[in-house]
């Protein structure tokens, strides 16, 4: 049987950082992963991230939970028919319930290939001590997705002072008692740690529709390249509920476009060395007024 992992964690918490870094571990180990990856939007630049060679689908554009159930299901057949794999990723998206995706991994369409080993949730630390500023429907989802996971990345814990990280360990700890909690830096973490887990029995689910969460996302395209310091004036002048941006920025004095990543105030950018297509995709909840400068 196929070994499966589910990545989970609200917007921008690493989520795509510890599928990277588990990829180069699982081949590093001689297995061969596959990866499936759902996204909110109708882009999907963290596709971008998963390297050649790796098998891949895609869910755009909706949720692998709830009404995408049967899109999701689709997809992994389509996968288990055309592809030879030792390893199921599965990263869902920041907006999804960790349980509701499931659905689509216990299809009787391929139970029997699959051994579902557990859900792995990147939980942004500095964002756990700020959680009640979030939106109450925003909140309940964040805290979903720590109550139900069997393990729990307390990541970015370099950004905080030791009392910040002990009380951030302290209340996910408090929230589910049944995972462990690993602090991380970047979503690192040993592959054994997700070879040595076992999936448990999951409790009572409060479901959070995509429809009620207020979240939306939106596509800007840049028509030339803008000024790195102008753009980064822009960010700070953000509305708080813009939770995640990502894409491609092109930059003035540079061939090509910036791979760029924001979330929670912070901006992260890597030079790309091939032409990318200039755009970023904002997700957030009231957004409609969000434009380039």
């Known amino acids: 049987m196929i070994d499966v992992y589910l990545f989970s964690g609200f ?64 997809q992994i057949q389509t996968l288990l028919a055309e592809e030879t794999f030792d390893v199921l990723l599965i990263e869902t998206t920041g907006a999804a319930h960790p349980v509701e995706a499931l659905d689509a991994i216990f299809s009787p369409l391929f139970a029997e290939q699959l051994n579902f080993r557990g859900i792995v949730t990147v939980a942004d630390s500095k964002r756990w001590l700020d959680r009640d500023r979030m939106s109450p429907q925003i909140r309940s989802l964040f805290l979903e997705q720590i109550r139900h996971a069997d393990l729990i990345l307390a990541n970015k814990m370099d950004l905080l002072d030791e009392k910040e990280q002990g009380d951030a360990v302290f209340g996910m700890q408090s929230l589910n008692s049944k995972a462990r909690i690993v602090q991380t830096a970047n979503s690192k973490i040993p592959y054994a740690l997700l070879e040595n887990l076992t999936a448990r029995t999951k409790g009572t689910v409060e479901k959070a529709e995509i429809s009620k969460l207020n979240l939306n996302t939106k596509v800007l395209r840049f028509s030339q390249p803008v000024n790195r310091e102008k753009f ?62």
């Open 11 to 74: 917007l921008g918490s690493g989520k795509t950082t510890l599928l990277k870094n588990m990829l180069i571990q699982i081949k590093d180990a001689g297995l061969k992963p596959a990866v499936f990856m759902n996204e909110l939007g109708e882009l999907n630049v963290d596709s971008d991230e998963v390297e050649d060679g790796v098998p891949l689908k895609e869910l755009l554009d909706g949720c692998i939970c709830c009404t995408g159930s049967e899109k999701s299901e689709a």
């Open 232 to 293: 980064e004036d822009w960010l700070r002048r953000l509305p708080e509920t813009v939770y995640r941006i990502k894409g491609y920025v092109p930059l003035d004095g540079y061939k090509y476009p910036h791979a760029f990543q924001y979330a929670y105030g912070m901006a992260q950018w890597l030079p790309e060395y091939m032409k990318m297509q200039p755009q970023i995709v904002v997700i957030g909840e009231g957004i409609d007024g969000v434009e380039l400068p």
